[in-house]
């Protein structure tokens, strides 16, 4: 077997040990030429510095004798250095006194030459004698090419680069030649005895060690391959015996791959039994969820009705005129009301959820506005129970997300609920941030914790902590089964950590996308001279609202300094309504005006400069109080979200309602809440009595209940929009159930809108106006 030129051993490995020579060579050269030419560079320097420092004393005399044949002579030797190309002698004026210049030679290499030392160099020297030391006579000007040296390097740049060369080849000849008598000329004697060896019987056959070699690498690989002949023979011997043997076992192979195949047969169709049972189990388990939530909902619209209108009666006889002990006892029948309906809310919610019918919305929403308006809702629980609540939220956090607004406020309202309920001492602190597209909130209390044990039961249905828990706070166990379940929902995750008597931590983490449009219009605006004005602090740090409070400032770019050390500003203090120390100091501020912040809400109206700012925080609070303490914004100029408005504006007019229920008890609650609204109302027992109604009278709006005898609303709803006088009367859907679909049941018959029982003021005042028809409309419906 023969192999050609480039694929033989010696070949190769000279051709990789030359380039790694070459290589290694060009860089020892390109070092040596470096090397050269910082030396060639230092060398041109000190030549014609040299030449300068010999020429400058004669130079000098022949300026202070101002002699000029003297100096042409100067010049003229100065010229027969090879690289000097012009050399001028001048006065302190710059004249020249005496001048001598050649012509610069030519070469085509010259580029390379001004391309590594530069075309030319000036030396200029200044003139002085030994007699007249600090006077100037003049300067001696030496102009030289540099071509001069940068020809001299060249050359040697050229026969390093090229001898290297020539010593690369020779190496490569001489390895060659070495290689291929010691390495591959051994090897192809090898390898062709070695392939004289026959398939049918290589255990006959043995290789001759190539003489010279019996103590390198090739005699021991030469004695291997003998080696391995050796072994092919006892391996076909061997092999011959195993053939013989398989034959033996092929028939007991046959039987038993017989045997195993009908036992997997069997095994399969005991799998496929199983499956099928599997199958008609999940069937069962899919009709009983359908069914218990067809139940549910079912009930939810059987409890409601006369739920709806205990609260809604209870809530009217509280309008009336109440001695002290019948009003506190309507309230706590109110409020035992109330929680029987948010527990029965919790059941369909985590019933809904199993049962895969809990819809999200995906709509725009504030998390900061959520998480105040919650705080603000507990806020008079926690001052009940003398502890503080703190809302924490970072100042960077994005105004508006893409979410269900509604469920995570569910979540935290149960998360707070629980945290104010198991703790006695110390407080509550609620922190949000947003970061990598996640938003994390934490409700962290210094409550009674739980154990271990306890950590593992609370996200069951009907469990808490422990017994004792139980005992000494009641409670049903279902709010952080839903807080779980509506966090999983939305794709999120709830922990919690907690230590018995050390309090609890739950986190809850959202993927919500941010909403950017329309971002700017929430941001509070801080007028130039709040920040010219600064704020002086007067409450201490280890204060848990303080934080908050300063982390605001800070980001709207407002001075925070401490009200003792500096008596001019904004003074913003914490007090009470018996603080009279802090009232008294708050009295005597000379500042631009005071800001007293109570957690309690208590204290009495603000007079003069005071702006009372309650806590927890509120970030739109906390800057209209700056403004109408810095005398930016009226007193009297404040938004007052919160308050409740009036019943009837002048503007709006009263409407005439038609209100389809069958259940007096609701149609009294409702009549009554209409009639406080300022609208007139009247009553149809069924869906067929209201298209009655609407054909003998004029009505600007309908309630329409969903769940009727004799026509329900929703085939009344469909019979209405078949008659073209009512296609655009507003039809607003009234019902007690709460199960998903319903609401898209009621818009897909025809109605408007969608609201549930029981009856509440404000939910029915703004439906009204949602729908209410146009003045137009309504002068032309008359």
């Given at each position: 077997?023969?192999?050609?030129?480039?694929?033989?051993?010696s070949?190769?490995?000279t051709r990789?040990?030359?380039?790694?020579?070459?290589?290694?060579?060009?860089?020892?050269?390109?070092?040596?030429?470096?090397?050269?030419?910082?030396?060639?560079k230092?060398?041109?320097?000190?030549?014609?510095?040299?030449?300068?420092?010999?020429?400058?004393?004669?130079?000098?005399?022949?300026?202070?004798?101002?002699?000029?044949?003297?100096?042409?002579?100067?010049?003229?030797?100065l010229?027969?250095?090879?690289?000097?190309?012009?050399?001028?002698?001048?006065?302190?004026?710059?004249?020249?006194?005496?001048?001598?210049?050649?012509?610069?030679?030519?070469?085509?290499?010259r580029?390379?030459?001004?391309?590594?030392?530069?075309?030319?160099?000036?030396?200029?020297q200044?003139?002085?004698?030994?007699?007249?030391?600090?006077?100037?006579?003049?300067?001696?000007?030496?102009?030289?090419?540099?071509?001069?040296?940068?020809?001299?390097?060249l050359?040697?740049?050229?026969?390093t680069?090229?001898?290297?060369?020539?010593?690369?080849?020779?190496?490569?000849?001489?390895?060659?030649?070495?290689?291929?008598?010691?390495?591959?000329?051994?090897?192809?004697?090898?390898?062709?005895?070695?392939?004289?060896v026959?398939?049918?019987?290589?255990?006959?056959?043995?290789?001759?060690?190539?003489?010279?070699?019996?103590?390198?690498?090739i005699?021991?690989?030469?004695?291997?391959?003998?080696?391995?002949?050796?072994?092919?023979?006892?391996?076909?011997?061997?092999?011959?015996?195993?053939?013989s043997?398989?034959?033996n076992?092929?028939?007991?192979?046959?039987?038993?791959?017989?045997?195993?195949?009908?036992?997997?047969?069997?095994?399969?169709?005991?799998?496929?039994?199983?499956?099928?049972a599997?199958?008609?189990?999940?069937?069962?388990?899919v009709?009983?969820?359908?069914?218990?939530?067809?139940?549910?909902?079912?009930?939810?619209?059987?409890?409601?009705?006369?739920?709806?209108?205990?609260?809604?009666?209870?809530?009217?006889?509280?309008?009336?005129?109440?001695?002290?002990?019948?009003?506190?006892?309507?309230e706590?029948?109110?409020?035992?009301?109330?929680?029987?309906?948010?527990?029965?809310?919790?059941?369909?919610?985590?019933?809904?959820?199993?049962?895969?019918?809990?819809s999200?919305?995906?709509i725009?929403?504030?998390?900061?506005?959520?998480?105040?308006?919650c705080?603000?809702?507990?806020?008079?629980?926690?001052?009940?129970?003398?502890i503080?609540?703190?809302?924490?939220?970072?100042?960077?956090?994005?105004?508006?997300?893409?979410?269900?607004?509604?469920?995570?406020?569910?979540?935290?309202?149960?998360?707070?609920?629980?945290?104010?309920?198991?703790?006695?001492?110390?407080?509550?602190k609620?922190?949000?941030?947003?970061?990598?597209?996640?938003?994390?909130?934490?409700?962290?209390?210094?409550?009674?914790?739980?154990?271990?044990?306890?950590?593992?039961?609370?996200?069951?249905?009907?469990?808490?902590?422990?017994?004792?828990?139980?005992?000494?706070?009641?409670?049903?166990?279902?709010?952080?089964?839903?807080?779980r379940?509506?966090?999983?929902?939305?794709?999120?995750?709830?922990?919690?950590?907690?230590?018995?008597?050390?309090?609890?931590?739950?986190?809850?983490?959202?993927p919500?996308?941010?909403?950017?449009?329309?971002?700017?219009?929430?941001?509070?605006?801080?007028?130039?001279r709040?920040?010219?004005?600064?704020?002086?602090?007067?409450?201490?740090?280890?204060n848990?609202?303080?934080?908050?409070?300063?982390?605001?400032?800070?980001?709207?770019?407002?001075?925070?300094?401490?009200?003792?050390?500096?008596?001019?500003?904004?003074?913003?203090?914490?007090?009470?309504?018996?603080?009279?120390?802090?009232?008294?100091?708050?009295?005597?501020?000379?500042?631009?005006?005071?800001?007293?912040?109570?957690?309690?809400?208590?204290?009495?109206?603000?007079?003069?400069?005071?702006?009372?700012?309650?806590?927890?925080?509120r970030?739109?609070?906390?800057?209209?109080?700056?403004?109408?303490?810095?005398?930016?914004?009226?007193?009297?100029?404040?938004?007052?979200?919160?308050?409740?408005?009036?019943?009837?504006?002048?503007?709006?007019?009263?409407?005439?309602?038609?209100?389809?229920?069958?259940?007096?008890?609701?149609?009294?609650v409702a009549?009554?809440?209409?009639?406080?609204?300022?609208?007139?109302?009247?009553?149809?027992?069924?869906?067929?009595?209201?298209?009655?109604?609407?054909?003998?009278?004029?009505?600007?709006?309908?309630?329409?209940?969903c769940?009727?005898?004799?026509?329900?609303?929703?085939?009344a709803?469909?019979?209405?929009?078949?008659?073209?006088?009512?296609?655009?009367?507003?039809?607003?859907?009234?019902?007690?159930?709460?199960?998903?679909?319903?609401?898209?049941?009621?818009?897909?018959?025809?109605m408007?809108?969608?609201?549930?029982?029981?009856?509440?003021?404000?939910e029915?005042?703004?439906?009204?106006?949602?729908?209410?028809?146009?003045?137009?409309s309504?002068?032309?419906?008359?």
């Amino acid at each position: 077997m023969s192999k050609g030129f480039k694929q033989r051993l010696s070949y190769r490995l000279t051709r990789d040990t030359v380039l790694v020579a070459m290589v290694l060579g060009l860089v020892l050269n390109v070092v040596q030429i470096t090397l050269d030419y910082f030396s060639a560079k230092e060398s041109m320097e000190n030549e014609i510095h040299a030449l300068i420092d010999i020429s400058n004393s004669p130079a000098s005399q022949i300026a202070y004798n101002i002699d000029v044949r003297l100096a042409e002579e100067l010049l003229d030797g100065l010229l027969r250095h090879p690289a000097t190309i012009d050399a001028r002698i001048t006065d302190n004026d710059d004249e020249t006194m005496a001048a001598s210049s050649k012509s610069s030679p030519e070469s085509p290499y010259r580029w390379v030459s001004d391309l590594l030392f530069g075309s030319d160099r000036v030396f200029r020297q200044e003139l002085q004698v030994p007699q007249l030391e600090d006077l100037s006579l003049g300067h001696l000007i030496v102009t030289i090419d540099t071509y001069h040296y940068g020809a001299l390097f060249l050359q040697r740049a050229g026969y390093t680069l090229i001898s290297g060369l020539l010593k690369s080849l020779i190496l490569s000849a001489a390895l060659l030649a070495i290689f291929y008598f010691v390495l591959t000329r051994p090897m192809l004697n090898v390898i062709s005895a070695l392939s004289q060896v026959r398939a049918s019987s290589p255990e006959k056959v043995r290789l001759p060690i190539p003489a010279n070699h019996r103590e390198d690498e090739i005699g021991t690989m030469v004695g291997i391959i003998n080696q391995h002949l050796e072994t092919i023979d006892s391996s076909l011997a061997q092999l011959r015996h195993a053939e013989s043997a398989m034959k033996n076992y092929s028939t007991q192979l046959e039987q038993e791959v017989e045997d195993r195949t009908r036992e997997i047969s069997e095994k399969n169709e005991a799998l496929q039994r199983g499956n099928r049972a599997l199958v008609k189990a999940k069937e069962d388990a899919v009709r009983r969820a359908r069914a218990r939530a067809n139940f549910l909902a079912s009930m939810s619209h059987e409890i409601r009705t006369p739920l709806n209108g205990v609260l809604g009666m209870l809530g009217l006889a509280l309008e009336g005129e109440l001695d002290p002990a019948q009003r506190n006892r309507m309230e706590i029948a109110l409020n035992a009301g109330e929680n029987l309906l948010g527990l029965l809310n919790d059941i369909l919610d985590i019933s809904k959820v199993e049962a895969g019918k809990l819809s999200l919305e995906n709509i725009p929403f504030s998390v900061r506005h959520l998480i105040e308006e919650c705080a603000t809702l507990h806020a008079q629980q926690a001052r009940r129970k003398h502890i503080y609540l703190v809302t924490e939220i970072d100042p960077d956090l994005p105004e508006n997300f893409l979410g269900d607004p509604t469920r995570v406020r569910q979540v935290l309202n149960n998360l707070l609920s629980n945290a104010i309920k198991f703790t006695d001492e110390g407080g509550v602190k609620i922190r949000a941030a947003y970061s990598g597209g996640s938003m994390r909130i934490d409700v962290v209390d210094t409550g009674i914790g739980m154990s271990s044990e306890g950590l593992h039961r609370i996200f069951s249905p009907f469990s808490q902590a422990d017994a004792e828990t139980t005992r000494l706070y009641g409670g049903t166990g279902l709010g952080l089964t839903l807080c779980r379940q509506l966090v999983e929902r939305m794709h999120g995750q709830i922990l919690v950590d907690s230590r018995q008597g050390n309090g609890t931590h739950f986190t809850v983490t959202l993927p919500l996308p941010v909403h950017e449009a329309g971002e700017d219009q929430d941001l509070p605006r801080v007028d130039a001279r709040v920040r010219d004005i600064g704020i002086a602090m007067a409450i201490p740090p280890e204060n848990p609202h303080r934080s908050a409070i300063e982390a605001e400032l800070r980001k709207r770019g407002i001075p925070v300094r401490g009200a003792s050390r500096h008596p001019e500003g904004i003074l913003l203090a914490l007090a009470s309504a018996d603080d009279e120390e802090t009232l008294a100091f708050a009295a005597d501020w000379q500042g631009a005006g005071v800001i007293l912040a109570d957690a309690t809400g208590t204290l009495p109206p603000a007079r003069g400069r005071y702006q009372l700012l309650s806590l927890p925080l509120r970030r739109n609070e906390l800057f209209r109080c700056l403004a109408r303490a810095a005398g930016v914004m009226a007193s009297d100029d404040r938004a007052t979200p919160d308050a409740a408005p009036e019943e009837q504006t002048g503007t709006e007019q009263s409407l005439a309602v038609l209100l389809v229920e069958d259940n007096q008890v609701n149609q009294l609650v409702a009549s009554n809440l209409l009639k406080k609204l300022g609208h007139r109302a009247d009553h149809a027992e069924n869906g067929l009595k209201a298209i009655q109604a609407l054909e003998q009278s004029h009505y600007d709006l309908v309630l329409m209940d969903c769940q009727m005898p004799v026509m329900d609303g929703y085939e009344a709803t469909q019979r209405i929009r078949q008659n073209p006088q009512w296609k655009d009367l507003p039809i607003i859907a009234v019902t007690a159930n709460v199960m998903q679909g319903d609401r898209e049941d009621c818009l897909a018959s025809g109605m408007n809108d969608y609201i549930t029982k029981p009856y509440k003021r404000d939910e029915l005042r703004e439906v009204i106006n949602r729908w209410r028809p146009s003045p137009s409309s309504e002068s032309s419906g008359r």
